[in-house]
Every structure is written in structure tokens, then in C-alpha cells.
């Protein structure tokens, strides 16, 4: 089993502000943990390009796109909200980020790599048409799902989104389309407020959003079974040609930005349930984009147990 894995010195350019959480130390404590451990040298790296701004818009409206430049360019403090600090070099990171998840989508459905996960930012998955939200500039996983349908041909897309935060950008970008069945997990109620399991998909799209709101205080236990009970029976009934996760790893016991209490190791139990049913429906196919995570220490950690799961090195 191959698996790729794409990271870029330049997404430790995005700077959102001093004493901002999400900060470039995320990636810059992950990478020397990575390196340190002897099974990482056989990823096959992956470098990202620069999205076209006509696949950003596939998405959001040019007027988002038009204010992300501007904003970046006058050096402003923030785009559209205060939680969306950005500086000079934000708006090309952001489409490098988006770029990095077509590099992947590019890769996977190649046959290059069997899998892949990009470590990268900014995050993307709160990120409205035409607002930028929750840190997020662009929508990287809403993109990339965009691109597989336009450029690949694919058709049936699954995002699953673990991030503790519900991705409310994510649900409204495909809310009325039932060829992307959104299935979230996410501490409810909570910032940004939307996921109720009510929230189910609109017209044509009904059905294809799952929503799996959890208590604060909840755990493994309660992601297991929410797993058993709801999400792979939903994956198995759609039958994706491509997974795609949003691994945000924020649900983790010590985050600091949220109140649920997964295990590291969990993370690993995830992402080989995800694989598993990539295996029986899709060839295999996954790629995942990560999100949130806001502890330097323990976030590492995570994407280990996430990336070992991804490369056939551990099992869970």
C-alpha cells in the first residue's frame, strides 16, 4: 500500500495573528515528530501547485475570492470576521492549500498512491460561498470534491468530517446535491452552531447530509457507536466512488478550543473503519485534508496514529 503525503515549507507562511490558534507551530511540531519515526520515510512525498482561482469559484463566489486578494494584499488584520486573521501571504497559501487537495485527488485516482493526507493550512471547511469563517479561507475538501466530478468524472463523493467543529461550509455547498453525502461528527451545541441531527439535506440533496452531533464530555465510546450504528451503514447504502476526510483532530481529550475527550489512539480506530469501507467501495480511494487540531503536542500524535493507519503499518 502506497501512501502519499504532501506538506509544504510555504503554509508556514500564512500567518492569522499573534496569539492566534491556529499558527504555524501546528505544522512545524508535526513535521519534526514525523520525521523522527522510522516508518515515515516511506510516504511518498507530494509537493502542492497553486489552485487556479476558476476551481476556487467552482465553490465560492468571485466576490469572496476578489475581498481574500484585496485583504491580503492591503495587509488588513482579518477577512469578512476576526477569527479569520490573515497577512501578506495568506491568499496564495490558501490556494496552495486548495491545490494540494487537487494534487491528491490527482494521485489517487492516478493510482500513484493508494491514499493520501495533506498536512496543510489554513483549514477550509467553515468557509461559506461567500464568506470567510472559522479561520477557514477557501474550502479545500468542497473544492476538491468539486474537481474529482468536473476534471476526473467521478460521480458519488464522501466527505466525512471529524473535525469537532461541524463544517457548516461543507454542509451548505452540497446540501441540495445528492451526488456528496456530507457525514459529520461534532461537539453539539457548539461553535458555529449548525449540525442538529434535523439537518438532513434540502430537496434533491435530502438524505445525503448525516449529521452526528455529540454532548460536550463525550468519547470513544460514543464515536464508536455512533460508527456502528449510523455512519458505515450510511457509507455502505451510498457507495462512494471517493472518500475524502476532513481530519480535523480538535475532538482530541486535551484540545484546548473544545470539550470532547477522544483518545489518540481513536484516531486510529477512525481511520481504519474509513479505510475499510474505501476497500470495499471505492478501490481504496481516500484522501484527507487536514483541519482543525490546536494542542502542538498532542496533534502530532494524532496524524501518527492517522498515517499509520493510511500505510498498512498498524491496525485498529
Request: with cysteine.
Amino acid at each position: 500500500m502506497t501512501t502519499g503525503f504532501l506538506y509544504d515549507e510555504r503554509f508556514l507562511d500564512h500567518d492569522a495573528g499573534a496569539h492566534h490558534p491556529e499558527r504555524r507551530e501546528r505544522l512545524i511540531s508535526t513535521m519534526a515528530y514525523l520525521e523522527s519515526r522510522d516508518w515515515f520515510d516511506q510516504l511518498m512525498r507530494l509537493s502542492p501547485r497553486v489552485a487556479d482561482e476558476s476551481w476556487v469559484e467552482c465553490v465560492h463566489s468571485h466576490d469572496l475570492v476578489a475581498r481574500a486578494r484585496s485583504a491580503c494584499e492591503r495587509e488588513l488584520p482579518f477577512l469578512d470576521v476576526m477569527d479569520v486573521g490573515v497577512s501578506r501571504d495568506s491568499f496564495d497559501v490558501a490556494l496552495l492549500a486548495v491545490g494540494g487537495a487537487q494534487e491528491l485527488a490527482d494521485k489517487v485516482v492516478s493510482g500513484a498512491v493508494d491514499n493520501a493526507f495533506a498536512l496543510c493550512r489554513p483549514p477550509g471547511h467553515h468557509a461559506e460561498h461567500d464568506q470567510a469563517l472559522g479561520f477557514c479561507l477557501f474550502n479545500n475538501v468542497a473544492v476538491a470534491a468539486r474537481y474529482l466530478q468536473k476534471h476526473h468524472g467521478l460521480d458519488k463523493i464522501l466527505i466525512l468530517d471529524w473535525d469537532v467543529h461541524h463544517g457548516n461550509g461543507t454542509q451548505h455547498t452540497f446540501e441540495e446535491d445528492p451526488s456528496v453525502l456530507y457525514v459529520s461528527t461534532h461537539q453539539y451545541p457548539y461553535y458555529p452552531g449548525t449540525g442538529a441531527y434535523s439537518e438532513t439535506g434540502i430537496g434533491r440533496g435530502q438524505g445525503a447530509t448525516l449529521n452526528c452531533p455529540m454532548p460536550a464530555g463525550a468519547g470513544d465510546a460514543q464515536y464508536e457507536e455512533a460508527f456502528v450504528e449510523k455512519i458505515i451503514p450510511k457509507i455502505d447504502a451510498f457507495a462512494p466512488e471517493l472518500i475524502i476526510v476532513s481530519a480535523g483532530f480538535d475532538a482530541h481529550v486535551d484540545d484546548p478550543l473544545a470539550n470532547i475527550c477522544l483518545s489518540t489512539e481513536f484516531f486510529a480506530w477512525m481511520s481504519a473503519r474509513l479505510l475499510e469501507a474505501a476497500e470495499r467501495h471505492c478501490g481504496g480511494r481516500l484522501i484527507s485534508m487536514l483541519e482543525g487540531g490546536y494542542n502542538v503536542s498532542k496533534l502530532p500524535l494524532c496524524i501518527a496514529e492517522h498515517l499509520q493507519i493510511l500505510n498498512g503499518h498498524k491496525s485498529a
